[in-house]
């Protein structure tokens, strides 16, 4: 989720429970411990490039981590708000602004490791984009209002919004997920492995990807509110399995950084459609329906013992905006 969503969802948990005296300050606090947890992401370790993406979206993000993070917090805030909230209501509301990060953050489809360092499990409930104008805007209209009125009112109405929306990406994802289970199976194909996302800034246009046998799926389906569902058919690519295709190479750095890429997409790699050294993320792409991944890894295997670097391969020109544009409308 961006920065300013995650914000304004910690400000307006603090709007709904503040008192009027103490709103805008409680509203302040909360707002700048939903943000503090995407710190980690200035986390790197040169030699290992892979390290970044492994602690993005974890401890920090973690349900454990909260009362570390709300006292942090809450201990950079008090020379500023000490006249305002005691240490414990600066505490509390710093708490609140945390706690809504991993679970904002758990919506989108990166995955975020809640139950860290007790599990790894990444979970990405895939219901709204990372970045939805739609949805921030008028997350930003209510808590503005909340923070000029001073009124709870205001916050309940912004938890309501934000209730409504996820409900409605939560039914267009499943549209869209039955739609692909219904294509899949006219295909002839046994889905093994299934994962429906939003596209960005829209709950209409869902990117689906499913692994069957040794191929990877990728397609996307327009699923409008009062229009019956379009799919966009797209392109099916080899699924990299390591145990095989990099046998030989077992017990090197290589081929433990392979494993863990492999871990972080979930298990959809495949090649890079014009790289052949590149591992690519499938479940990603700038197309909805394409096979071009957004980030990769390149696995040189004259040199085994490196770490593998990590790579962006984003691509916004205006033959990928009018495509994009194309399948969001239904042209």
């Known amino acids: 989720m961006d920065p300013i969503t995650h914000g304004l969802a910690g400000a307006a948990a603090a709007q709904s429970l503040a008192g009027k005296e103490k709103h805008r300050p409680a509203a302040f606090t909360a707002f700048v411990a939903a943000l503090l947890?995407?710190?980690?992401?200035?986390?790197?370790?040169?030699?290992?490039?892979?390290?970044?993406?492994?602690?993005?979206r974890q401890f920090t993000h973690s349900?454990?981590?909260?009362?570390?993070?709300?006292?942090i917090t809450a201990a950079l805030l008090w020379w500023f708000l000490r006249r305002h909230l005691t240490f414990r209501e600066l505490f509390l509301f710093s708490a609140l602004?945390?706690?809504?990060?991993?679970?904002?953050d758990a919506v989108t489809s990166y995955g975020t490791e809640l139950l860290w360092p007790f599990s790894d499990t990444r979970f990405a409930w895939n219901i709204v984009p990372i970045v939805d104008p739609l949805l921030t805007t008028v997350m930003a209209v209510l808590a503005g209002a909340a923070f000029w009125y001073r009124s709870r009112l205001f916050g309940w109405l912004f938890m309501g919004w934000l209730l409504l929306y996820l409900t409605a990406g939560f039914v267009?994802?499943?549209?869209?997920?039955?739609?692909m289970e219904e294509h899949a199976a006219l295909r002839g194909h046994t889905i093994e492995q299934l994962v429906v996302k939003p596209t960005i800034g829209n709950l209409i246009l869902w990117r689906s990807t499913y692994i069957s046998g040794d191929t990877v799926h990728v397609d996307a389906v327009r699923s409008g509110l009062f229009s019956p569902p379009h799919i966009y058919t797209g392109d099916a690519a080899p699924l990299i399995i390591p145990e095989q295709d990099f046998a030989a190479w077992e017990g090197t750095t290589l081929y433990d950084d392979i494993l863990r890429f492999r871990r972080f997409s979930d298990g959809y790699l495949i090649r890079h459609p014009d790289k052949p050294d590149i591992i690519g993320d499938?479940?990603?792409?700038?197309?909805?329906?394409?096979?071009?991944?957004?980030?990769?890894?390149?696995?040189?295997?004259?040199?085994?013992?490196?770490h593998v670097p990590f790579l962006n391969f984003r691509d916004a020109g205006?033959?990928?905006?009018?495509?994009f544009v194309r399948q969001l409308t239904g042209n």
């Open 37 to 56: 947890p995407d710190l980690e992401f200035f986390i790197h370790a040169p030699s290992d490039p892979l390290f970044n993406i492994e602690v993005h």
């Open 63 to 71: 349900f454990v981590f909260i009362p570390a993070g709300a006292l």
């Open 97 to 104: 602004g945390f706690a809504t990060h991993g679970l904002m």
């Open 172 to 179: 267009q994802r499943e549209r869209g997920r039955s739609v």
């Open 282 to 306: 499938a479940r990603y792409s700038m197309i909805p329906n394409g096979l071009t991944p957004l980030w990769g890894i390149r696995a040189d295997t004259t040199r085994p013992d490196r």
């Open 318 to 323: 205006s033959e990928v905006r009018e495509e």
